[in-house]
């Protein structure tokens, strides 16, 4: 299979995947299935990954799933009045967060590739009664937004199940107005995984076999002409915990890890938080 077809295919995965998980639903106190690891009770997951439980309260219920890896708001310092825009917003958390802080006279976009995604993301805003968001279905690598139109860009573990990460970044820095800001969380590698965890289907839809190293990263994040590129937060992916036999185990993605070797995962994986801006 020549690699732009292998790539299609894992497209449609990630999509696929990704709808089962908007039609299955599930929120903030459900247990659900967590894309990217961590605790299976995406309550419990997102308090790890930096959100607060008057945040999660906050925004409707069914819009946090449990699919990210940080919470870039925390860390964005968003103003009123500012266009924010999320990369893979899924059901819409980071959105709902953002749309809080920016207050009517601002404005929120969610772009995401999954058609289920985009309807439950919308369905949420509308239960919500949020004015100041709007989603749309698209891929990061083509964002449907004009040149120069949005403040801040947003991005909570989703980069990393792009194919072409330099685009993204690029695409990001198109949409940017002079002196805007990019703020993202997600995985990237110690060290190179294993072939068979490269090649597993449901290691890339599970946010792992498509991660690169944090070098890498950060680099096409500068190749895209962004400045300022800091790296504010590292830490494993894949916290410790005690079973009852004493034992130390990661958290895993699934019931089973998707039959991934839990040490390899642990040791290979960090999770980041990187902000960057456009030049004036």
Do not use: H
Not at 247 to 262: A, I, M, N
């Amino acid at each position: 299979m020549n690699r732009k077809k292998q790539e299609e295919e894992l497209k449609r995965s990630v999509r696929n995947e990704y709808g089962k998980i908007a039609r299955g639903g599930g929120s903030c106190c459900d247990l659900s299935a967590s894309c990217c690891g961590l605790p299976q009770d995406p309550c419990q997951q997102a308090q790890w990954v930096g959100y607060r439980k008057e945040d999660l309260q906050m925004a409707p219920a069914g819009s946090y799933l449990g699919l990210g890896c940080g919470n870039p708001l925390a860390l964005a310092s968003l103003r009123e009045g500012e266009t924010v825009l999320d990369l893979g917003s899924g059901a819409g958390i980071d959105c709902f967060l953002a749309a809080s802080r920016v207050g009517e006279g601002g404005k929120v976009i969610g772009v995401d590739m999954t058609p289920e995604m985009v309807e439950r993301a919308r369905e949420n805003a509308r239960r919500g009664r949020y004015r100041n968001v709007e989603f749309r279905l698209g891929e990061m690598e083509n964002l449907p937004l004009a040149d120069r139109s949005v403040d801040v860009v947003i991005s909570n573990c989703a980069i990393n199940l792009s194919f072409d990460k330099g685009r993204v970044f690029r695409e990001a820095y198109r949409v940017l107005r002079p002196g805007g800001r990019l703020m993202v969380s997600d995985l990237v590698l110690l060290r190179d995984l294993p072939p068979e965890m490269k090649e597993s289907v449901e290691a890339y839809v599970g946010c792992i076999a498509g991660a690169i190293s944090k070098e890498e990263y950060l680099e096409a994040i500068r190749a895209a002409g962004f400045q300022e590129v800091e790296l504010l937060e590292e830490r494993s992916f894949f916290p410790e915990r005690e079973t009852g036999e004493g034992e130390v185990v990661p958290f895993l993605p699934g019931k089973e890890g998707c039959g991934l070797d839990p040490g390899i995962l642990a040791r290979s994986m960090l999770s980041v938080s990187i902000q960057a801006r456009r030049p004036e």
